[in-house]
């Protein structure tokens, strides 16, 4: 095992050690309002690490990753409000309409390139918010979704304002998909996604369909959003309109570009950073909270190579050598 390898396998478990603590030692130090707060978190990791499979892994900037974690969000809503869905009938609606969606969408979107696919996630993210917004029969608006409850998590983990149910469920979660977007990125697949992004033209010379690896890779990506969204819906019991629009995309690039752009643990200390540095800032002054998070990006990107995790991982390597 190479010493960059050991270092990142002492940070995850050091990691885990922490995240499986969480609902003993947080309301003990502090107060039990912040276990529902860290399953926020982790949502918002999973969210972070679909765009970063796009971004990191791919080399597409994607601004309409919204559109998907939204799809989850109303397709477990309207699942269990409008059709009666079960708990997870309900979830995996939620999942396939987001990765329904990212297949016809994905069709126009993976044949174009740097500054038109970008722009084009964004036309299909405003055409669906739009839709959202005026057929309010259906996502009720500006109201968003309400009414809906779970049922107790395998009919035993009744959901709490404490957090720990919620909690335990995004944190299962978590954990599967992060072990599963890890074979991706480093099997064959993930190898050649990353031969796209740095000479996609020389990948097609060697016989790789790069359109098809694109359009899997665009679906899986927004299947993870879709978990992620469905999750949200679960844990919040409310959907509201904000999801589809262009500040949760926002929201997920900068704990990417934070965390550290292609690495695929980087969203897990990304997006703690940003989320609480975000919440003291707008408490700070809710107006002008955005120059703190700027201020912050520049400073990362102008100083830490790989992000905070690329730091982490230094940090860590020069103590071994001290």
């Known amino acids: 095992m190479t010493s960059a390898g050991a270092i990142e396998r002492v940070l995850l478990l050091a990691l885990a050690t922490f995240l499986l603590s969480v609902p003993w030692s947080i309301p003990a130090l502090v107060n039990s309002f912040w276990v529902s707060v860290i ?3 982790l949502i918002w990791s999973l969210f972070a690490a679909s765009v970063n499979l796009l971004f990191g892994y791919v080399g597409l900037l994607s ?3 919204a559109l998907y974690f939204g799809f989850g969000m109303y397709g477990v809503a309207v699942g269990i409000s409008d059709l009666g869905l079960s708990f997870w009938p309900a979830f ?4 396939a309409a987001a990765m329904a969606m990212a297949l016809v969408t994905g069709i126009f979107a993976v044949r ?26 259906l996502t009720g608006g500006d109201d968003g979704l309400t009414g809906f409850s ?44 990353q031969g796209i992004r740095e000479n996609s033209l ?24 879709g978990v992620a969204g469905a999750l949200s819906a679960q844990t919040n019991a409310f959907v509201g309109l904000g999801v589809l629009g262009l500040d949760t995309t926002i929201d997920g690039l900068v704990i990417v570009v934070l965390g550290g752009i292609g690495t695929l643990y980087g969203a897990l200390i990304g997006a703690p950073v940003y989320m609480v540095v975000k919440h003291f ?5 809710p107006f002008y909270w955005m120059f703190v998070i ?13 992000g905070l995790l690329g730091t982490a991982q230094a940090g860590f390597a020069w103590l071994v050598r001290r």
């Open 39 to 41: 399953a926020e978190i």
């Open 294 to 306: 700027g201020a912050l990006l520049i400073v990362v990107v102008r100083f830490s190579r790989g």
């Open 112 to 137: 174009l390139t740097w500054h038109y696919f970008a722009i084009i996630t964004v036309v299909f993210s405003l055409i669906f918010y739009f839709l959202a917004l005026t057929n309010k029969w």
């Open 202 to 225: 020389r990948m097609r010379l060697v016989g790789t369909s790069t359109v098809r690896h694109l359009a899997i890779a665009y679906s899986l990506s927004a299947g993870v959003a």
């Open 63 to 65: 601004f309409g990753q």
């Open 150 to 193: 779970m049922s107790p998590l395998f009919g035993a983990f009744r959901w709490s304002v404490f957090g720990d149910t919620k909690y335990f469920y995004a944190l299962g979660w978590l954990f599967v998909l992060f072990h599963v977007l890890k074979r991706v990125v480093a099997s064959p697949f993930g190898v050649a996604l």
């Open 92 to 95: 995996g609606l939620g999942v």
């Open 281 to 285: 800032a707008q408490q700070w002054n």
